[in-house]
């Protein structure tokens, strides 16, 4: 295992996207967890003197309030400070969350075949013909709205990649000798799935969880932006997008903001998947 | 087939240069809840029924609040104020339709047919849609009309129970628009009576076509109508919620009459040289109803706590851009009787710890707010508005969650009384005190449904209730003085702001007058 990594660490050293990407998902983890110390302001604090200030090294900006402020006086900087600690925490836990029963469900149905693989693979298939946004909604909405509820609704709309992506993983590992050996020396079920095989459909996982981080954070945001995710006063990325996109007009940084640390925390997670995926892709090594 | 494409080409080429149709395209902000305007208490649906399908008997002057004949010519007041003859207009044709053709000219039994429907529970009406008349019984009218008779087809006598110094008023409102008689005898004998709320047939300018729910309505103007119009041949609502989006429609020319702009868009509108906007003082009030029959809010300490806790002059600035003053009082500053005297609970955070503390909540409470999901006058955007009170509440220890509802819904629901803290509004629309006072606060209207703080205090009442009999203007001010003090005291709202009107519309269109009583009105209006 420990081989494993230093293997991968190599490989992605080689490919600068990727790196640039681990940096900057290593910043925002560090700015996330030291939110209350960085942020200059409570995220919820109104300063009802300080309307939709322009950041502050632009004309009109008030020394205080760096990336200005929103429509009702809160502190843009601070709230998009505490906003990555949401969008982070939502994108782990949604990943989480769908690998977790994603693996599960992909594994049971590549080992035991037949109808249990027939009936979960339905399902997936099922799931997939939905557009994945238009299902979340449905569950929110079934749900309520709510930041727990909008994480289980991506969780649920991401599940059917993990489980498809194991599954096949588990239908080319399940006949390789090691199998067939440690069945000989009479292991059970669940050792032969989850102790054998599955530490080797390890590498596909990784990539699909590294790219199911951006994934959550960008459907999430999406519910957000359409009031049904995070609830006031939580500041969350996409509800403060949408909350400032009246005022693209006058007070476009408003709007600019929540957009540009979307884009950059999606865009670093989908850097770091596909550099993994370069590196543990056995088909695009050869070609190297 | 070269050729017939090529055909078609042409006919819809000539199609295209022969129909010189003026349309006007209209960016509304949310659909309408009924097409009848009996059952409709709010402007986003007047606008899309009373406004272009139905008319009254009288109708405000457009522009003013002066009353003036439109489906009635003249009308006659005994002289113990107790009976009203009007005499009906001849030739007044109702709507051609896909659904409907009527085979008579409009008379008194249509009359008869209307008002009965809101005031009689026998009336094969009544009970179609829900059976509810919030604005008829809010304006206690089922109390004041002791009968209708009529006297010849072209003339109505309404006899009332008490003087009614507003009543004529309240005839020009729209809830007292005319419906078919013939319509409504035609859907009774094929079993549809809901259709006549759904497929409306009015004597209005304008026939109505089709409906999609938050999408469009059509309309077409009505080739017989009977009195003087402007020069709209399609009218469309384009339902558009977003009041940014409202606003490109508006620059791109989708549309050419943008609904309650968004204040942050204003500026940019005044500099746009294809752009008309107007303003003017309204004649509303936005404020946060606090249901009286909900714990905590049944305790009056608690109410003038909160009171004490809101920063309104914080809410002017960030959601009305400036664009509105603080309400001290449910009536706007504009209209007669607003009392000066009344002094306005100030912004404190201790006197509201302390108020609370009393009341035996000193560590606060939790509690839900309703915030309004459409763009009013008086209050732009409810969603920043309820997060700015989440903010000041939380000061002084009330925990609140906000929740909002489609429009439709919310006003549903609030009317129940489902509500802990509701953020509403009114614009006034027949300019009377009683049409803020009574309806929003008497007792008549918790039962109806527009009281959304449920509080029915029997002095207010008593004075809101006498105001309303008495003729002398200067003891209906004193007893409206009365009733506002009392409603200062007692706090069943925290009235927040009286804004002012921003229209929005392209440059070529003509004749438009904002209407002191918020709706839009479309009869008069040129294109050029």
């Known amino acids: 295992m420990k081989q494993f990594f230093s293997e991968l660490y190599f490989e992605l050293k080689k490919n600068r996207g990727a790196m640039i990407g681990i940096v900057i998902i290593f910043l925002s983890i560090i700015i996330a967890l030291l939110a209350p110390v960085i942020a200059p302001h409570n995220p919820t604090e109104v300063f009802s003197d300080s309307l939709r200030l322009p950041p502050s090294f632009l004309e009109g900006g008030k020394a205080g309030f760096f990336f200005g402020t929103d429509d009702i006086g809160r502190d843009l900087l601070s709230r998009l400070i505490y906003g990555s600690r949401i969008s982070l925490a939502v994108g782990f836990s949604v990943v989480v969350l769908a690998l977790f029963t994603g693996t599960i469900l992909g594994v049971v149905a590549g080992f035991y075949g037949g109808l249990v693989d027939r009936i979960i693979m339905r399902l997936t298939d099922l799931i997939m013909s939905l557009p994945s946004i238009l299902f979340a909604i449905v569950i929110v909405a079934v749900l309520g709205p709510g930041i727990t509820n909008s994480i289980i609704a991506v969780a649920v709309v991401a599940v ?73 006063p939580m500041s969350e990325w996409g509800t403060m997008l949408s909350d400032a996109r009246s005022f693209i007009e006058s007070s476009p940084w408003m709007v600019t903001l929540p957009g540009l640390c979307i884009l950059v925390t999606v865009l670093s997670f989908n850097l770091l998947g596909d550099g993994l995926r370069d590196a543990l892709d056995p088909r695009l090594k050869k070609q190297n | 087939m070269k050729t017939t494409v090529l055909f078609f080409l042409f006919v819809s080429n000539l199609a295209l240069t022969t129909a010189q149709a003026k349309s006007f395209v209209y960016c509304s902000e949310g659909s309408p809840s009924s097409f009848n305007p009996q059952l409709v208490t709010d402007g986003t649906s007047t606008n899309a029924t009373a406004q272009v399908i139905y008319n009254n008997l009288v109708a405000f002057e457009p522009g003013s609040t002066k009353i003036i004949p439109q489906l009635a010519t003249s009308w006659d007041i005994s002289k113990d104020k107790l009976v009203y003859t009007f005499t009906l207009r001849k030739g007044v044709k109702f709507h051609t339709t896909k659904y409907f053709t009527p085979t008579r000219d409009f008379n008194a039994t249509d009359v008869v047919f209307s008002v ?72 009774m004998a094929a079993n549809k009576k809901s259709d006549m709320d759904t497929m409306p047939v009015g004597t209005g300018l304008f026939v109505f076509q089709s409906y999609a729910k938050d999408s469009v309505i059509k309309y077409t103007a009505n080739p017989q109508y009977w009195g003087q119009h402007g020069n709209i041949d399609k009218l469309i609502f384009a339902i558009t919620p977003d009041a940014n989006v409202r606003h490109q429609k508006l620059k791109t020319g989708e549309c050419q009459f943008a609904n309650e702009p968004a204040p942050a868009d204003i500026p940019e509108m005044q500099k746009n040289p294809k752009l008309t906007v107007m303003k003017d003082a309204g004649l509303n009030v ?15 300490l608690v109410r003038q706590a909160v009171n004490h806790a809101l920063n309104k002059k914080s809410y002017i600035d960030a959601i009305y851009m400036g664009n509105a003053v603080i309400a001290k ?33 000193p560590n606060g409470f939790e509690t839900d707010m309703w915030t309004l999901p459409v763009a009013r006058p008086y209050n732009p955007n409810g969603k920043k508005m309820g997060e700015l009170m989440q903010a000041d509440l939380a000061k002084v220890g009330i925990k609140v969650r906000l929740q909002t509802y489609d429009w439709p819904t919310y006003l549903k629901k609030a009317s129940q009384g489902e509500h802990s803290m509701l953020q509403m509004g009114w614009t006034g629309d027949n300019g009377d005190p009683d049409n803020f006072l009574n309806t929003l606060l008497g007792c008549g209207a918790v039962k109806a449904g527009s009281n959304y703080s449920k509080w029915c205090d029997q002095k207010f009442n008593k004075a809101v209730v006498d105001a309303k009999v008495q003729t002398d203007i200067k003891k209906r001010t004193a007893l409206y003085k009365d009733a506002q003090k009392i409603f200062k005291e007692q706090a069943p709202w925290v009235t927040i702001a009286h804004s002012t009107v921003f229209k929005a519309m392209a440059k070529n269109v003509k004749g438009y007058k904002i209407d002191p009583l918020g709706h839009d009105l479309f009869t008069f209006l040129v294109i050029e």
């Open chain 1, 160 to 232: 059917p990649n993990f489980i498809r992506i194991i599954r096949a993983q588990v239908l080319v590992e399940k006949n390789k000798q090691y199998v067939s050996a440690a069945k000989l020396f009479g292991a059970g079920h669940f050792r032969i799935m989850f102790v054998e095989i599955l530490p080797n459909c390890m590498a596909p996982l990784i990539v699909q969880a590294s790219l199911g981080f951006s994934d959550g954070i960008l459907n999430v945001a999406a519910l957000g932006f359409l009031g049904l995710g995070a609830q006031a």
């Open chain 2, 116 to 187: 009965d429907r809101q005031r009689v529970k026998t009336h094969p009406f009544h009970d179609v849609s829900g059976g509810k008349y919030e604005y008829f019984d809010g304006m206690e009218m089922g109390k004041t009309i002791k009968e209708i008779k009529v006297l010849d087809p072209y003339k109505v006598q309404f006899v009332l129970n008490t003087p009614d110094a507003t009543f004529l008023a309240n005839m020009a409102m729209s809830f007292m628009g005319i419906l078919s008689e013939e319509y409504g005898s035609k859907l």
């Open chain 2, 286 to 300: 936005g404020y946060l109803a606090l249901n009286v029959t909900k714990k905590p809010f049944d305790n009056l």
């Open chain 2, 329 to 361: 009082n449910p009536l706007p500053p504009t209209i007669w009787s607003y009392s000066d005297a009344i002094k306005d609970y100030e912004y404190s955070v201790e006197k509201a710890k302390a108020l609370l503390a009393k009341a035996g909540y």
